[in-house]
Protein backbone atom coordinates (compact mmCIF):
# COMPACT_ATOMS: atom_id res chain seq x y z
CA UNK A 1 0.00 0.00 0.00
CA UNK A 2 2.79 2.33 1.28
CA UNK A 3 4.52 1.22 -1.81
CA UNK A 4 1.73 2.43 -4.22
CA UNK A 5 1.61 5.87 -2.34
CA UNK A 6 4.99 6.52 -3.25
CA UNK A 7 4.79 5.66 -6.53
CA UNK A 8 1.75 7.34 -7.39
CA UNK A 9 3.77 10.40 -5.83
CA UNK A 10 6.35 9.64 -8.08
CA UNK A 11 4.40 9.37 -11.19
CA UNK A 12 2.69 12.72 -10.35
CA UNK A 13 6.12 14.64 -10.47
CA UNK A 14 7.39 12.80 -13.53
CA UNK A 15 4.11 13.98 -15.69
CA UNK A 16 4.16 17.62 -14.34
CA UNK A 17 8.05 17.86 -15.30
CA UNK A 18 8.33 19.52 -18.10
CA UNK A 19 11.65 18.53 -19.58
CA UNK A 20 10.04 15.36 -19.76
CA UNK A 21 7.20 16.51 -21.38
CA UNK A 22 9.45 18.20 -24.03
CA UNK A 23 11.14 15.05 -24.25
CA UNK A 24 8.44 13.15 -25.22
CA UNK A 25 6.98 15.63 -27.52
CA UNK A 26 10.13 15.75 -29.39
CA UNK A 27 10.33 11.86 -29.83
CA UNK A 28 6.90 11.85 -30.92
CA UNK A 29 8.33 14.60 -33.63
CA UNK A 30 11.16 12.49 -34.34
CA UNK A 31 8.69 9.62 -35.30
CA UNK A 32 6.38 11.41 -37.37
CA UNK A 33 9.11 13.01 -39.20
CA UNK A 34 10.09 9.05 -40.03
CA UNK A 35 7.43 9.67 -42.75
CA UNK A 36 9.93 11.96 -44.71
CA UNK A 37 13.03 10.09 -44.16
CA UNK A 38 11.33 7.29 -45.32
CA UNK A 39 10.72 8.78 -48.68
CA UNK A 40 13.94 9.51 -49.01
CA UNK A 41 14.76 5.73 -49.14
CA UNK A 42 14.42 3.65 -52.52
CA UNK A 43 11.56 1.27 -52.05
CA UNK A 44 12.28 0.83 -48.52
CA UNK A 45 10.30 3.52 -46.63
CA UNK A 46 8.28 0.69 -44.33
CA UNK A 47 11.11 -0.52 -43.07
CA UNK A 48 13.53 2.72 -42.74
CA UNK A 49 10.12 4.27 -40.46
CA UNK A 50 10.02 1.22 -38.48
CA UNK A 51 13.66 1.17 -38.07
CA UNK A 52 13.83 5.05 -37.32
CA UNK A 53 10.97 5.01 -35.25
CA UNK A 54 11.97 2.11 -33.10
CA UNK A 55 15.43 3.54 -32.42
CA UNK A 56 13.93 7.00 -31.57
CA UNK A 57 12.17 5.35 -28.96
CA UNK A 58 14.79 3.08 -27.80
CA UNK A 59 16.51 6.75 -27.57
CA UNK A 60 14.12 8.81 -26.24
CA UNK A 61 13.26 6.31 -23.62
CA UNK A 62 16.53 5.91 -22.60
CA UNK A 63 16.80 9.59 -21.96
CA UNK A 64 13.38 10.05 -20.25
CA UNK A 65 14.87 7.10 -17.70
CA UNK A 66 17.90 8.52 -17.24
CA UNK A 67 17.04 12.32 -16.74
CA UNK A 68 14.15 11.06 -14.21
CA UNK A 69 15.67 8.08 -12.79
CA UNK A 70 18.72 9.97 -11.96
CA UNK A 71 17.02 13.11 -10.84
CA UNK A 72 14.13 12.20 -8.68
CA UNK A 73 16.46 9.64 -6.40
CA UNK A 74 18.87 12.58 -6.31
CA UNK A 75 16.59 15.27 -5.76
CA UNK A 76 15.13 13.87 -2.93
CA UNK A 77 18.53 13.42 -0.84
CA UNK A 78 20.26 16.94 -2.09
CA UNK A 79 16.94 18.79 -1.35
CA UNK A 80 16.33 16.64 1.93
CA UNK A 81 12.70 15.95 0.97
CA UNK A 82 13.46 11.96 2.14
CA UNK A 83 13.95 13.70 5.65
CA UNK A 84 10.01 13.73 5.82
CA UNK A 85 8.95 10.56 4.03
CA UNK A 86 12.09 8.81 5.83
CA UNK A 87 11.27 9.24 9.07
CA UNK A 88 7.24 8.25 8.40
CA UNK A 89 6.11 4.42 9.01
CA UNK A 90 7.49 3.43 5.76
CA UNK A 91 11.04 0.90 5.19
CA UNK A 92 13.34 2.21 3.33
CA UNK A 93 12.72 -0.28 0.37
CA UNK A 94 9.09 0.69 0.11
CA UNK A 95 10.66 3.97 -0.83
CA UNK A 96 12.97 2.62 -3.27
CA UNK A 97 10.49 -0.12 -4.81
CA UNK A 98 7.98 2.96 -4.57
CA UNK A 99 9.90 4.97 -7.03
CA UNK A 100 10.92 2.39 -9.29
CA UNK A 101 7.35 1.53 -10.05
CA UNK A 102 5.81 5.33 -10.44
CA UNK A 103 8.82 5.87 -12.68
CA UNK A 104 7.75 2.39 -14.63
CA UNK A 105 4.57 3.48 -14.94
CA UNK A 106 5.40 7.37 -16.32
CA UNK A 107 7.69 4.95 -19.06
CA UNK A 108 5.46 3.00 -19.70
CA UNK A 109 2.52 5.28 -20.52
CA UNK A 110 5.68 7.39 -22.58
CA UNK A 111 6.51 4.44 -24.46
CA UNK A 112 2.69 3.50 -25.26
CA UNK A 113 2.35 7.10 -26.54
CA UNK A 114 5.50 6.79 -28.86
CA UNK A 115 4.42 3.40 -30.30
CA UNK A 116 0.67 4.86 -31.29
CA UNK A 117 2.17 7.61 -33.03
CA UNK A 118 4.71 4.92 -34.78
CA UNK A 119 1.60 3.05 -35.19
CA UNK A 120 0.07 5.84 -36.95
CA UNK A 121 2.58 6.37 -38.93
CA UNK A 122 2.96 2.58 -40.18
CA UNK A 123 -1.19 2.96 -40.89
CA UNK A 124 -0.62 5.99 -43.06
CA UNK A 125 2.06 4.06 -45.21
CA UNK A 126 1.14 0.71 -45.07
CA UNK A 127 -2.80 0.73 -44.52
CA UNK A 128 -2.38 -1.80 -41.76
CA UNK A 129 -0.94 -1.60 -38.26
CA UNK A 130 2.32 -4.04 -37.90
CA UNK A 131 1.31 -5.60 -34.38
CA UNK A 132 4.65 -7.60 -34.83
CA UNK A 133 6.51 -5.08 -33.31
CA UNK A 134 4.98 -5.40 -29.93
CA UNK A 135 7.41 -7.90 -28.74
CA UNK A 136 10.30 -5.46 -29.62
CA UNK A 137 8.44 -2.98 -27.80
CA UNK A 138 7.98 -4.88 -24.73
CA UNK A 139 11.77 -6.41 -24.58
CA UNK A 140 12.65 -2.27 -25.18
CA UNK A 141 10.42 -1.30 -22.32
CA UNK A 142 12.24 -4.09 -19.96
CA UNK A 143 15.74 -2.91 -21.23
CA UNK A 144 14.28 1.14 -20.30
CA UNK A 145 13.54 -0.43 -16.56
CA UNK A 146 16.80 -2.02 -15.92
CA UNK A 147 18.37 1.29 -17.28
CA UNK A 148 16.09 2.72 -14.42
CA UNK A 149 16.98 0.29 -11.74
CA UNK A 150 20.71 1.02 -12.46
CA UNK A 151 20.12 4.83 -12.36
CA UNK A 152 18.53 4.56 -8.89
CA UNK A 153 21.44 1.68 -8.38
CA UNK A 154 24.15 4.58 -8.56
CA UNK A 155 22.35 7.32 -7.17
CA UNK A 156 21.91 6.01 -4.01
CA UNK A 157 24.96 6.26 -3.31
CA UNK A 158 26.73 8.31 -5.48
CA UNK A 159 26.83 12.33 -6.99
CA UNK A 160 24.18 12.90 -9.84
CA UNK A 161 26.58 12.99 -12.92
CA UNK A 162 28.73 10.00 -11.80
CA UNK A 163 25.35 8.54 -11.99
CA UNK A 164 24.67 9.76 -15.37
CA UNK A 165 28.26 8.55 -16.62
CA UNK A 166 28.20 5.38 -14.79
CA UNK A 167 24.60 4.69 -15.91
CA UNK A 168 25.42 5.41 -19.83
CA UNK A 169 28.61 3.24 -19.38
CA UNK A 170 26.79 0.39 -18.28
CA UNK A 171 24.12 0.97 -20.90
CA UNK A 172 27.08 1.08 -24.04
CA UNK A 173 28.69 -1.64 -22.60
CA UNK A 174 25.72 -3.73 -22.15
CA UNK A 175 25.29 -3.42 -26.27
CA UNK A 176 29.11 -4.45 -26.79
CA UNK A 177 29.15 -7.62 -24.63
CA UNK A 178 29.62 -10.17 -27.52
CA UNK A 179 32.35 -7.90 -28.50
CA UNK A 180 33.89 -8.09 -24.87
CA UNK A 181 33.41 -11.33 -25.10
CA UNK A 182 35.13 -12.05 -28.57
CA UNK A 183 38.18 -9.89 -27.56
CA UNK A 184 38.74 -11.91 -24.40
CA UNK A 185 38.79 -14.81 -26.53
CA UNK A 186 40.84 -14.06 -29.31
CA UNK A 187 43.35 -11.86 -26.63
CA UNK A 188 43.30 -14.33 -23.92
CA UNK A 189 46.95 -13.36 -22.88
CA UNK A 190 46.29 -9.71 -22.52
CA UNK A 191 46.84 -8.70 -19.05
CA UNK A 192 43.77 -6.82 -18.11
CA UNK A 193 41.69 -9.78 -19.57
CA UNK A 194 40.51 -10.83 -16.47
CA UNK A 195 38.90 -7.28 -15.73
CA UNK A 196 36.98 -7.38 -19.47
CA UNK A 197 35.76 -11.02 -18.21
CA UNK A 198 34.78 -10.01 -15.11
CA UNK A 199 32.90 -6.97 -16.95
CA UNK A 200 31.64 -9.13 -19.13
CA UNK A 201 30.00 -11.15 -16.41
CA UNK A 202 28.68 -8.34 -14.45
CA UNK A 203 26.68 -5.49 -17.09
CA UNK A 204 24.09 -7.53 -18.80
CA UNK A 205 23.78 -8.17 -22.43
CA UNK A 206 21.27 -5.52 -23.64
CA UNK A 207 20.97 -7.00 -26.95
CA UNK A 208 19.38 -9.69 -25.43
CA UNK A 209 17.17 -7.13 -25.13
CA UNK A 210 16.80 -6.02 -28.67
CA UNK A 211 14.62 -7.30 -30.67
CA UNK A 212 14.29 -4.45 -33.10
CA UNK A 213 15.96 -5.32 -36.37
CA UNK A 214 14.21 -9.37 -36.27
CA UNK A 215 10.84 -7.35 -36.09
CA UNK A 216 11.60 -4.58 -38.71
CA UNK A 217 13.03 -7.67 -40.53
CA UNK A 218 10.38 -9.49 -40.88
CA UNK A 219 12.55 -12.39 -39.21
CA UNK A 220 11.19 -15.37 -37.28
CA UNK A 221 10.98 -14.71 -33.49
CA UNK A 222 11.18 -17.90 -31.75
CA UNK A 223 8.73 -17.65 -28.56
CA UNK A 224 12.03 -18.52 -26.24
CA UNK A 225 13.94 -15.85 -27.62
CA UNK A 226 11.51 -13.60 -26.67
CA UNK A 227 10.97 -15.07 -23.23
CA UNK A 228 14.75 -15.81 -22.42
CA UNK A 229 15.11 -11.94 -22.98
CA UNK A 230 12.10 -11.03 -20.84
CA UNK A 231 13.28 -13.03 -17.92
CA UNK A 232 16.66 -12.50 -18.40
CA UNK A 233 15.82 -8.68 -18.11
CA UNK A 234 13.70 -8.66 -15.46
CA UNK A 235 15.92 -11.19 -13.62
CA UNK A 236 18.76 -8.23 -13.76
CA UNK A 237 15.80 -5.88 -12.45
CA UNK A 238 15.49 -8.04 -9.63
CA UNK A 239 19.08 -8.04 -8.42
CA UNK A 240 19.86 -3.90 -9.19
CA UNK A 241 16.80 -3.00 -7.15
CA UNK A 242 17.84 -6.04 -4.57
CA UNK A 243 21.08 -4.08 -4.35
CA UNK A 244 19.57 -0.56 -4.38
CA UNK A 245 17.85 -1.56 -1.35
CA UNK A 246 20.60 -2.91 0.64
CA UNK A 247 23.06 0.61 0.03
CA UNK A 248 19.54 2.74 0.81
CA UNK A 249 18.53 0.72 3.73
CA UNK A 250 22.22 1.07 5.62
CA UNK A 251 22.83 4.31 4.19
CA UNK A 252 22.72 7.07 6.79
CA UNK A 253 20.56 10.18 5.42
CA UNK A 254 22.72 13.06 7.13
CA UNK B 1 10.83 5.34 32.84
CA UNK B 2 7.42 4.16 32.81
CA UNK B 3 5.89 7.44 31.20
CA UNK B 4 9.60 7.74 29.52
CA UNK B 5 7.96 8.75 25.47
CA UNK B 6 11.68 8.91 24.91
CA UNK B 7 14.62 6.89 25.99
CA UNK B 8 18.15 7.48 25.03
CA UNK B 9 20.78 5.24 26.82
CA UNK B 10 24.54 5.49 25.33
CA UNK B 11 23.71 6.82 22.36
CA UNK B 12 27.05 7.39 20.36
CA UNK B 13 27.21 8.97 16.52
CA UNK B 14 30.76 8.78 15.32
CA UNK B 15 30.83 10.19 11.43
CA UNK B 16 33.30 8.05 9.08
CA UNK B 17 35.70 9.94 7.53
CA UNK B 18 35.79 9.74 3.85
CA UNK B 19 38.75 9.80 1.91
CA UNK B 20 41.42 10.12 4.09
CA UNK B 21 39.42 12.45 6.60
CA UNK B 22 39.06 11.79 10.43
CA UNK B 23 36.03 10.73 11.52
CA UNK B 24 34.21 13.15 13.55
CA UNK B 25 32.28 12.29 17.20
CA UNK B 26 28.87 13.74 16.25
CA UNK B 27 27.27 12.65 19.64
CA UNK B 28 28.68 10.94 22.95
CA UNK B 29 26.69 9.02 25.10
CA UNK B 30 23.79 10.56 25.34
CA UNK B 31 21.41 9.34 28.16
CA UNK B 32 18.09 11.03 28.24
CA UNK B 33 14.45 10.18 29.41
CA UNK B 34 11.49 12.55 28.32
CA UNK B 35 8.36 11.93 29.83
CA UNK B 36 4.91 12.32 28.72
CA UNK B 37 3.64 15.55 27.96
CA UNK B 38 6.67 17.08 28.67
CA UNK B 39 8.22 20.11 26.31
CA UNK B 40 11.64 19.51 26.11
CA UNK B 41 14.15 21.88 24.24
CA UNK B 42 17.28 20.82 23.43
CA UNK B 43 19.84 23.93 23.37
CA UNK B 44 23.04 24.10 22.01
CA UNK B 45 25.36 26.29 19.98
CA UNK B 46 25.81 25.33 15.87
CA UNK B 47 27.66 21.61 15.69
CA UNK B 48 26.45 20.53 19.32
CA UNK B 49 25.09 17.65 17.86
CA UNK B 50 21.16 18.63 18.30
CA UNK B 51 19.87 17.56 15.03
CA UNK B 52 22.58 14.91 14.93
CA UNK B 53 20.42 13.38 17.90
CA UNK B 54 17.18 14.19 16.21
CA UNK B 55 17.89 12.50 12.92
CA UNK B 56 19.28 9.37 15.06
CA UNK B 57 15.73 9.61 17.16
CA UNK B 58 13.70 9.26 13.14
CA UNK B 59 15.79 6.40 12.13
CA UNK B 60 17.59 9.02 9.21
CA UNK B 61 20.50 7.87 10.64
CA UNK B 62 21.94 4.83 12.17
CA UNK B 63 23.53 4.69 16.01
CA UNK B 64 27.40 3.67 16.27
CA UNK B 65 26.71 2.51 19.99
CA UNK B 66 23.11 3.22 22.49
CA UNK B 67 19.70 2.51 21.97
CA UNK B 68 16.19 4.61 21.65
CA UNK B 69 13.40 3.63 22.96
CA UNK B 70 10.08 5.74 21.45
CA UNK B 71 7.04 5.43 23.25
CA UNK B 72 8.08 1.99 24.63
CA UNK B 73 9.43 0.38 21.79
CA UNK B 74 12.89 0.09 20.46
CA UNK B 75 13.25 2.84 17.10
CA UNK B 76 14.68 0.26 14.39
CA UNK B 77 11.33 -0.92 13.76
CA UNK B 78 8.47 1.05 11.73
CA UNK B 79 5.55 0.58 14.00
CA UNK B 80 7.74 3.10 16.70
CA UNK B 81 7.11 6.07 13.99
CA UNK B 82 3.26 5.77 14.10
CA UNK B 83 2.95 8.08 16.63
CA UNK B 84 5.86 10.37 15.72
CA UNK B 85 5.41 13.64 14.35
CA UNK B 86 8.38 15.22 13.24
CA UNK B 87 9.50 18.46 11.06
CA UNK B 88 12.92 18.71 9.81
CA UNK B 89 14.89 22.12 9.92
CA UNK B 90 14.01 24.30 7.55
CA UNK B 91 12.48 21.98 5.58
CA UNK B 92 11.98 20.99 1.69
CA UNK B 93 8.84 19.98 0.54
CA UNK B 94 7.96 18.83 -2.84
CA UNK B 95 7.21 22.02 -4.68
CA UNK B 96 5.40 20.19 -7.42
CA UNK B 97 2.51 19.46 -5.15
CA UNK B 98 -0.45 21.71 -3.13
CA UNK B 99 -0.24 21.93 0.13
CA UNK B 100 -3.29 19.66 0.39
CA UNK B 101 -2.12 16.94 -2.02
CA UNK B 102 1.26 16.95 0.02
CA UNK B 103 -0.86 16.60 3.23
CA UNK B 104 -2.66 13.85 1.14
CA UNK B 105 0.06 12.22 0.24
CA UNK B 106 1.99 12.01 4.06
CA UNK B 107 -1.50 10.72 5.76
CA UNK B 108 -1.55 8.21 3.28
CA UNK B 109 1.84 6.69 4.41
CA UNK B 110 0.28 6.84 7.35
CA UNK B 111 -2.34 4.77 6.54
CA UNK B 112 -5.82 7.05 7.44
CA UNK B 113 -8.93 6.38 5.62
CA UNK B 114 -10.53 8.88 2.81
CA UNK B 115 -12.68 10.57 5.45
CA UNK B 116 -10.12 11.03 8.34
CA UNK B 117 -7.56 12.45 5.76
CA UNK B 118 -9.65 15.16 4.51
CA UNK B 119 -11.58 16.38 7.93
CA UNK B 120 -7.75 16.11 9.26
CA UNK B 121 -6.23 18.57 6.20
CA UNK B 122 -9.06 20.65 6.86
CA UNK B 123 -8.49 21.15 10.12
CA UNK B 124 -4.47 21.23 10.01
CA UNK B 125 -4.37 24.00 7.34
CA UNK B 126 -6.76 26.36 9.69
CA UNK B 127 -4.62 25.59 12.29
CA UNK B 128 -1.68 26.91 10.95
CA UNK B 129 -2.75 29.62 9.56
CA UNK B 130 -3.17 28.49 5.57
CA UNK B 131 -6.77 28.57 5.08
CA UNK B 132 -6.69 28.80 1.80
CA UNK B 133 -3.97 28.56 0.45
CA UNK B 134 -4.42 24.42 0.22
CA UNK B 135 -4.65 24.61 -3.15
CA UNK B 136 -1.58 26.66 -4.03
CA UNK B 137 1.53 24.64 -5.38
CA UNK B 138 4.11 24.38 -2.83
CA UNK B 139 6.89 26.22 -4.91
CA UNK B 140 4.77 29.12 -4.93
CA UNK B 141 5.46 29.18 -1.02
CA UNK B 142 7.09 31.53 1.19
CA UNK B 143 9.83 30.05 3.87
CA UNK B 144 7.43 30.52 6.62
CA UNK B 145 4.40 28.88 5.00
CA UNK B 146 6.57 26.17 4.25
CA UNK B 147 7.56 25.93 8.05
CA UNK B 148 3.76 25.73 8.85
CA UNK B 149 2.78 23.17 6.50
CA UNK B 150 6.11 21.67 7.71
CA UNK B 151 4.05 21.72 10.92
CA UNK B 152 0.61 20.34 9.49
CA UNK B 153 2.54 17.51 7.85
CA UNK B 154 4.49 16.45 11.35
CA UNK B 155 0.44 16.65 12.86
CA UNK B 156 -1.06 15.03 10.18
CA UNK B 157 -1.20 11.68 12.36
CA UNK B 158 -2.16 13.18 16.06
CA UNK B 159 0.95 12.08 16.88
CA UNK B 160 1.75 11.49 20.79
CA UNK B 161 4.86 12.86 20.28
CA UNK B 162 6.22 15.57 18.32
CA UNK B 163 10.10 16.12 17.16
CA UNK B 164 11.05 19.73 16.41
CA UNK B 165 14.28 20.54 14.76
CA UNK B 166 14.63 24.37 14.84
CA UNK B 167 10.91 24.73 14.64
CA UNK B 168 11.36 28.76 14.85
CA UNK B 169 14.72 29.45 13.41
CA UNK B 170 13.27 30.62 9.65
CA UNK B 171 9.73 32.13 11.16
CA UNK B 172 9.25 36.45 11.73
CA UNK B 173 8.33 37.37 14.82
CA UNK B 174 4.16 36.83 14.46
CA UNK B 175 5.07 33.59 13.05
CA UNK B 176 7.18 32.70 15.79
CA UNK B 177 4.43 33.71 18.29
CA UNK B 178 1.87 31.48 16.44
CA UNK B 179 4.29 28.63 16.59
CA UNK B 180 4.96 29.26 20.24
CA UNK B 181 1.08 29.65 20.74
CA UNK B 182 0.70 26.19 18.97
CA UNK B 183 3.03 24.48 21.15
CA UNK B 184 1.61 25.53 24.04
CA UNK B 185 -1.79 24.56 22.56
CA UNK B 186 -0.41 21.15 21.94
CA UNK B 187 1.12 20.88 25.48
CA UNK B 188 -2.38 21.77 26.71
CA UNK B 189 -3.75 18.52 24.73
CA UNK B 190 -0.92 16.73 26.47
CA UNK B 191 1.23 15.63 23.85
CA UNK B 192 5.23 15.26 24.79
CA UNK B 193 7.12 17.50 22.74
CA UNK B 194 11.15 17.52 22.16
CA UNK B 195 12.36 20.27 20.26
CA UNK B 196 15.79 21.75 19.48
CA UNK B 197 16.11 25.68 19.30
CA UNK B 198 18.98 28.47 19.05
CA UNK B 199 15.99 30.97 19.97
CA UNK B 200 16.71 30.97 24.21
CA UNK B 201 13.93 33.12 24.51
CA UNK B 202 11.36 31.42 22.49
CA UNK B 203 12.48 27.73 24.39
CA UNK B 204 12.53 29.36 27.90
CA UNK B 205 8.70 30.54 27.34
CA UNK B 206 7.52 27.23 26.34
CA UNK B 207 9.63 24.01 27.58
CA UNK B 208 9.06 22.31 30.96
CA UNK B 209 12.81 20.90 30.76
CA UNK B 210 15.89 22.13 29.03
CA UNK B 211 19.36 20.01 27.57
CA UNK B 212 22.12 21.58 26.61
CA UNK B 213 24.44 19.88 24.42
CA UNK B 214 28.33 20.77 23.73
CA UNK B 215 30.49 19.24 21.11
CA UNK B 216 28.06 16.35 21.12
CA UNK B 217 27.83 15.64 24.95
CA UNK B 218 24.85 16.62 26.99
CA UNK B 219 26.22 19.12 30.05
CA UNK B 220 23.22 20.32 31.70
CA UNK B 221 19.86 18.95 31.62
CA UNK B 222 16.95 20.17 34.20
CA UNK B 223 13.35 21.25 34.68
CA UNK B 224 13.50 24.97 33.59
CA UNK B 225 11.81 26.41 36.79
CA UNK B 226 14.49 25.01 39.16
CA UNK B 227 17.36 26.25 36.93
CA UNK B 228 16.61 29.84 35.84
CA UNK B 229 13.58 30.72 37.86
CA UNK B 230 14.18 30.55 41.84
CA UNK B 231 16.53 32.99 42.24
CA UNK B 232 17.52 35.74 41.62
CA UNK B 233 21.27 36.69 39.61
CA UNK B 234 21.33 40.21 40.08
CA UNK B 235 18.93 43.25 42.15
CA UNK B 236 18.98 46.62 40.15
CA UNK B 237 18.37 49.28 42.52
CA UNK B 238 17.77 52.95 41.20
CA UNK B 239 17.22 56.63 43.22
CA UNK B 240 18.03 60.00 42.56
CA UNK B 241 20.63 62.29 44.53
CA UNK B 242 21.58 65.92 44.80
CA UNK B 243 24.19 67.00 42.38
CA UNK B 244 27.98 67.04 44.05
CA UNK B 245 25.89 64.70 46.96
CA UNK B 246 28.44 61.91 46.74
CA UNK B 247 30.78 60.49 44.07
CA UNK B 248 30.28 57.15 42.55
CA UNK B 249 33.13 55.60 44.53
CA UNK B 250 30.72 56.04 47.54
CA UNK B 251 28.10 53.67 46.82
CA UNK B 252 30.54 50.60 47.04
CA UNK B 253 29.30 49.48 44.03
CA UNK B 254 31.56 48.98 40.29
CA UNK B 255 28.27 48.53 38.03
CA UNK B 256 26.41 52.04 37.76
CA UNK B 257 25.02 53.95 35.31
CA UNK B 258 24.66 57.44 35.56
CA UNK B 259 21.96 59.72 34.05
CA UNK B 260 21.87 63.39 35.41
CA UNK B 261 20.64 62.89 39.15
CA UNK B 262 19.17 59.38 38.23
CA UNK B 263 21.42 56.64 39.05
CA UNK B 264 21.42 52.68 38.67
CA UNK B 265 23.45 50.21 40.35
CA UNK B 266 23.72 46.89 39.93
CA UNK B 267 24.56 44.01 43.14
CA UNK B 268 24.90 40.43 43.00
CA UNK B 269 24.13 39.35 46.45
CA UNK B 270 20.77 39.97 47.82
CA UNK B 271 22.86 40.42 51.32
CA UNK B 272 24.65 43.54 50.19
CA UNK B 273 21.07 45.28 49.67
CA UNK B 274 20.56 46.62 52.81
CA UNK B 275 24.00 48.14 53.10
CA UNK B 276 23.50 49.64 49.85
CA UNK B 277 20.04 51.37 50.99
CA UNK B 278 21.82 52.67 53.73
CA UNK B 279 23.98 54.54 52.39
CA UNK B 280 22.13 56.00 49.84
CA UNK B 281 19.66 57.02 52.98
CA UNK B 282 22.91 59.02 54.47
CA UNK B 283 23.48 60.94 51.66
CA UNK B 284 19.97 62.14 51.52
CA UNK B 285 19.61 59.81 48.21
CA UNK B 286 15.86 58.81 47.02
CA UNK B 287 14.84 55.74 46.25
CA UNK B 288 12.88 55.20 42.77
CA UNK B 289 12.92 51.27 43.10
CA UNK B 290 14.34 47.86 43.85
CA UNK B 291 14.06 45.09 40.76
CA UNK B 292 15.34 41.42 41.33
CA UNK B 293 16.62 40.47 37.98
CA UNK B 294 16.18 36.34 37.73
CA UNK B 295 18.43 34.59 35.74
CA UNK B 296 17.34 33.73 32.64
CA UNK B 297 17.96 30.75 30.25
CA UNK B 298 20.61 32.83 28.42
CA UNK B 299 22.62 33.42 31.46
CA UNK B 300 22.53 29.82 32.15
CA UNK B 301 23.65 28.87 28.35
CA UNK B 302 26.09 31.57 28.12
CA UNK B 303 27.38 30.39 31.77
CA UNK B 304 27.22 26.78 30.56
CA UNK B 305 29.11 27.01 26.88
CA UNK B 306 31.76 29.14 28.49
CA UNK B 307 32.62 26.81 30.82
Request: no cysteine; proline share 3%; charged share 20%.
Amino acid sequence: MRVWTVAWNTFRESIRNRVMLNILLFAIALILLSLVVGDWSMGHQVKVIKDFGLSAMSLFGLLIALFIGIRLMVQELEQRTIYIIASKPIQRWEIVLGKFFGLAVTIAINLFLMALTLWIVDWVVEKRIDLGLAPAIVLMYVEILLVVGFALFFSSFTSPTLSAVATIVVFVIGHMSGFLRDYVQIYPDKGFHWLLKAIYYVVPNLENLNLKSTVVEHLELPPHTFGFGLLYGLGYIFVVLFLTVSIFERRDLK
Amino acid sequence: MANAVIRIENLTKVYKGELGQKSVVGLEDLRLDVEEGEVYAFLGPNGAGKTTTIKLLTRLLYPTRGKIWILGRLNTTRESMKHVGYLPEQPNLYGYLTGVEFLDFIARIFGLDAGTRKTRIGDLLHRVGLSGKGKQLIRSYSRGMLQRLGMAQALINDPALLILDEPMSALDPIGRKDFRDLILELKKGKKTIFFSSHILSDAEMVSDRVGILKEGRLIHTGKLDELVGSQASSIEVTFTFEPGAFPPSDLGVTDALFQDRKVMVRIHREEDLPDLIHRIEAKQGRLLSVVPLKKNLEDLFMAEIGR
